[in-house]
């Protein structure tokens, strides 16, 4: 048995991560694990708000995207046939990748980034804080922006 978490959010969808979930396939009992920390990203990534201040909070807004990503990704992944689950965690994809590393028990940690000029979990080196923390394998998968679905 072969326990994945993979840690993305902006680059869920992409063609590598595709290709690393179907290389894990035929592992006996490989199961995956997604969380989608809920970092905003910008407010023209988040769309435009509410117009008074009862809608909802930039941190709502954000867990609401953070969710819809989740989404998209569980549809993909068992499109593949992946035996898949998954959350959305907190802000902080450091401490999302360890409380989730925490429920599942991964064997492996895939984290998938933007390229290093636009990626802010690459300048704060998130593949090697994770593998350090969570003392795991760590696959670092970098997805350009435009093709992710």
Known sequence: MHRCL???NQTLGGPRLAEAVQERLPVEG?????VVPATPISDQELGPGPGSDAGPSLQERAYALARQRLDTAFDQLRALGA???GEV???DPLEAARLAHRRF???EVIVCTLPLGVSRWLRGNLPKKV????GVPVVHLV?????VT
Do not use: C
Request: charge should be negative; avoid cysteine.
């Open 6 to 8: 993979i840690v993305g």
């Open 30 to 34: 490989a199961e995956f694990y997604v």
């Open 83 to 85: 035996t898949v689950d």
């Open 89 to 91: 965690g907190d802000a």
């Open 105 to 107: 028990g991964a064997d």
């Open 131 to 134: 593998e350090r923390s969570l």
């Open 143 to 147: 997805e350009e922006p435009g093709e």
